[in-house]
């Protein structure tokens, strides 16, 4: 009877994320639209960018009301996005894989601040193809402490993982300036791994730069056989950044030890 109890304490617990992930999804929305714009992410209310009536209290629950209201605005009938649900539903999926992966633990709230992070900057890039200094920023010195004070990462770890990480995109970004004669890479980009290697230590980023050249190469290919033979149809890299970034909290003891296990003898 106890194993029973305490499965049903976990299903409550994982129940109970999940919420509260797709309600911090639904602030990660708010911060996708207004952080590019630069307006205040706590005022004015949330409202309709058409009729800009106040979206009401009972319109605000993550994922359901986009459900009841069939994605269309109350008032104007507007079509909502499907982004909106999508953020919330993926920074859910985000909360539940973090605790199955860290369990209950500070460590846990912190790689879903990390993870929170990663969604704004791959929805804004998506939108505007900037990443916002007004994340990474303050990202990079904050992730740095965090990693050192509280996921056990050592100090050089965590240092080298900044200065590689921000060092070897800036030889990227300059090399193929230099070749292509036009920007490449953006400083963004640089930027957002240095935030990354500062959090994950510098081991990760092998695994980051693999795994987000080749999802971009996938899909960039894919956009060029959609779209047509456009090789300037740029791509913005910060998603592919970022979603490696964040399997990277998952897979990487894993792919750590593959990587190591294969030193030639
Ligand atoms: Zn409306």
């Known amino acids: ?44 209310a949330s409202h309709c960018p058409r009729c800009l009536h106040p979206i009401r209290a009972c319109d605000n629950i993550p994922v359901v009301s986009f459900l009841l209201l069939r994605g269309k605005c109350r008032d104007c009938g507007e079509r909502i996005s499907i982004r909106y649900p999508a953020v919330e539903i993926v920074t859910a999926a985000m909360a539940l894989l973090i605790l199955w992966r860290f369990g209950f633990t500070l460590q846990a709230l912190f790689a879903f601040l990390f993870a929170c992070a990663l969604i704004v900057i791959t929805f804004i890039d998506l ?73 994950l230590g510098w081991r990760s980023l092998l695994f980051v730069l693999l795994a987000s050249s080749l999802l971009g190469a996938i899909v960039g290919i894919a956009i060029m056989i959609a779209k047509g033979r456009d090789m300037k149809y740029a791509v913005p890299f910060g998603p592919f950044l970022s979603a490696a970034a964040a399997a990277y909290l998952f897979v990487g003891d894993w792919t750590m030890r593959l990587f190591f296990s294969l030193r030639p003898y």
């Not at 992930?21 to 630069?38: D, H, K, M, Q, T």
């Not at 030889?171 to 791994?193: F, H, P, T």
């Not at 240095?194 to 959090?199: T, V």
């Open 127 to 199: 939108d505007h193809q900037i990443i916002p200094d007004v994340i990474t920023l303050p990202g990079i010195p904050i992730f740095f402490l965090i990693a050192v004070f509280a996921m056990g990462l050592s100090f050089t770890d965590a240092l080298f993982g900044l200065l590689i990480g921000g060092g070897c995109l800036y030889a990227v970004a300059l090399g193929y300036e230099l070749i292509a004669k036009r920007e490449g890479m953006g400083g963004g980009d640089i930027k957002l791994l240095a935030m990354i290697g500062a959090f």
């Open 1 to 44: 009877m106890m194993a029973a109890a305490a499965l049903e304490w976990t299903i409550l617990l994982y129940f109970f994320f999940a919420v509260v992930g797709a309600a911090v999804g639904s602030f990660l929305n708010v911060c996708i639209w207004r952080l590019p714009r630069e307006t205040s992410i706590v005022r004015p």
